[in-house]
């Protein structure tokens, strides 16, 4: 299946520091990439649609001012989390869509866990 | 609005079969996936309906009923590495630019026992 390459893996920093994801697609041009959070023994949650060249669509509640999106091309999006704090400590997940696949797959990357001390 | 159900939990034998269920009210629907996710990883493609019926993969299998708004998946000969969470999700509000948006039900965690 398409690859979705995310990173980094993992964070720990310091409140009040601004951390930066990048989700990449490999092998596959994605206009709409989407980012999600995820809590302990909780499903994901949709925080935010990136489209590539326009402003990305935002979920109910959730600070765009906060969680910056950049879809700068076709294979990369990338989440900043601006000062973090502890409440921000989860494991955020971004996907995206084969749009050359009929059956319109999403795909995830592995995963970046943010824990903010 | 949308309201996926699945149960919290589920255990099952090793060499077993078991059936997990998804009930779905949303306000659209353009199909229904549904997922693995091991604990601390992202979430991995297992299955796609869209049209009423099964679809068999392996020892994998997905069912659909639009009309009820139901789905499971079916997994055969469980094996020790199927203990993960299953994630069901629809996908159904248009997030523009030729995409859909995937809601997610909150998972069932499966434990294979021996």
């Known amino acids: 299946g398409a690859v979705v390459s995310q990173h980094p893996s993992r964070v720990i920093c310091k409140s009040g520091t601004s951390v930066k994801i990048e989700c990449r697609s490999l092998?596959?041009?994605?206009?709409?990439m989407f980012w999600y959070r995820q809590f302990p023994k909780q499903s994901l949650m949709l925080m935010a649609t990136?489209?590539?060249?326009?402003?990305?669509?935002?979920e109910q509640g959730v600070e765009k001012d906060k969680f910056l999106i950049n879809h700068a091309s076709l294979t990369l999006s990338t989440l900043t989390v601006t000062s973090a704090h502890p409440e921000d400590s989860s494991f955020y997940i971004c996907?995206?869509?084969?749009?050359?696949?009929?059956?319109?797959?999403?795909?995830f990357g592995a995963g970046t866990r943010l824990s903010v001390l | 609005g949308q309201n996926i159900d699945q149960p919290t939990e589920m255990t099952a034998t090793e060499g077993a079969i078991v059936q997990i269920n998804c009930t779905y009210q949303?306000?659209?629907?353009?199909?229904l996936f549904w997922y693995q996710q091991h604990a601390g990883e992202a979430p991995t493609f297992l299955s796609y309906n869209v049209l009423d019926g099964l679809e068999e993969k392996g020892r994998f299998s997905s069912f659909l009923s639009r009309s009820k708004g139901y789905s499971y998946l079916l997994l055969k000969e469980l094996q020790m590495k199927d203990s993960a969470s299953y994630l069901c999700a629809v996908r159904d509000q248009w997030a523009g630019a030729g995409s859909y948006q995937l809601t997610f039900g909150k998972g069932t965690k499966l434990s294979v026992i021996p």
């Open positions: 990136s489209n590539e060249g326009s402003k990305a669509t935002y």
């Open positions: 996907s995206a869509r084969d749009l050359g696949v009929a059956k319109n797959i999403q795909y």
């Open positions: 949303t306000s659209g629907f353009n199909g």
């Open positions: 092998d596959f041009q994605a206009t709409t």
